[in-house]
C-alpha cells in the first residue's frame, strides 16, 4: 500500500512538470522550421563548432549536410567568430593584477531560403580570480572558464533561434501592408490643400 501511495505522488509529480512547461536546464523549444540546420563554420571541428552542434542535438536538432540541393530547402546557421577580451577589473596593493573581467561575444547568421537572413550574436561575461602564486592552477582554471563560456554562448544562440522565428514570423506580417502599400499610386495633392486656386 505504501508504495501505491509513493508510485501516485510520484506519477503526480511528473505529470505536473510535464504540463506546466517545464524544461531541463539548456534545452529550448525550437521552431519546426528550424528543426532541420545545416550548420557553416570557418573552423568546422573548432571548439565553438563542436559545442553549437552538440547544444543543437541536445535540443532534438538534425544537422544536415552542407550540399546544393540542401541549401536550397534547409536553413543554415553561420557561425562567426569568437573573440575573446579581458579587462582588469581590481588589482592588488603592489599595482599588479588581481582579477580580471572576461568577455566573449559570439555572432552568427541564420538563412532562411526565400526569406532572408537573419543576425544574432551573444556576449557571456565571467570574472576571473589572476593568482601569480599558481601559475599552473591559473591556467588550468582559465581554460576551464573560456569552455564553461563557450557552452553557455551556445546555449544563448540556441535560444536565439526563438528570436528568428519571431523576427520572420513579424517580416510576414508586415510584408503585405508594405507590399499593398507600394502597389498603390502616389496621391497628388489636391489645389485646395496646396493653397493654389
Not at 126 to 129: A, G, H, Q
Not at 139 to 144: S, W
Not at 167 to 175: G, H, I, P, R, V
Given at each position: 500500500m505504501r508504495h501505491l501511495i509513493i508510485r501516485l505522488f510520484v506519477l503526480l509529480a511528473v505529470t505536473?512538470?510535464?504540463g506546466c512547461g517545464f524544461h531541463p536546464r539548456g534545452t529550448t523549444q525550437v521552431p519546426s522550421e528550424l528543426k532541420t540546420l545545416i550548420v557553416n563554420s570557418s573552423d568546422p571541428y573548432g571548439p565553438l563548432a563542436r559545442t553549437v552542434r552538440q547544444q543543437l542535438r541536445l535540443n532534438n536538432v538534425t544537422i544536415v549536410e552542407d550540399t546544393k540541393q540542401n541549401r536550397t530547402d534547409i536553413p543554415?546557421?553561420?557561425?562567426?567568430?569568437?573573440?575573446?577580451?579581458?579587462?582588469?577589473?581590481?588589482?592588488?596593493?603592489?599595482?599588479?593584477t588581481a582579477e580580471y573581467s572576461l568577455v566573449m561575444n559570439v555572432s552568427a547568421q541564420v538563412l532562411l531560403p526565400g526569406k532572408g537572413i537573419y543576425p544574432i550574436s551573444t556576449a557571456v561575461y565571467?570574472?576571473?580570480?589572476d593568482n601569480p602564486n599558481a601559475a599552473l592552477a591559473k591556467?588550468?582554471?582559465?581554460?576551464?572558464i573560456v569552455q564553461e563560456m563557450r557552452q553557455r554562448a551556445a546555449e544563448q544562440l540556441v535560444r536565439k533561434l526563438l528570436s528568428v522565428h519571431a523576427?520572420?514570423?513579424?517580416?510576414?506580417?508586415?510584408?503585405p501592408a508594405t507590399a499593398s502599400d507600394a502597389a498603390l499610386p502616389a496621391e497628388r495633392p489636391s489645389s485646395s490643400t496646396t493653397g493654389l486656386q
Open positions: 505536473l512538470i510535464a543554415t546557421l553561420r557561425l562567426g567568430a569568437e573573440v575573446q577580451g579581458r579587462d582588469t577589473a581590481s588589482v592588488f596593493i603592489s599595482g599588479t565571467r570574472s576571473f580570480f591556467d588550468a582554471e582559465q581554460d576551464m523576427a520572420q514570423m513579424n517580416s510576414k506580417e508586415t510584408l
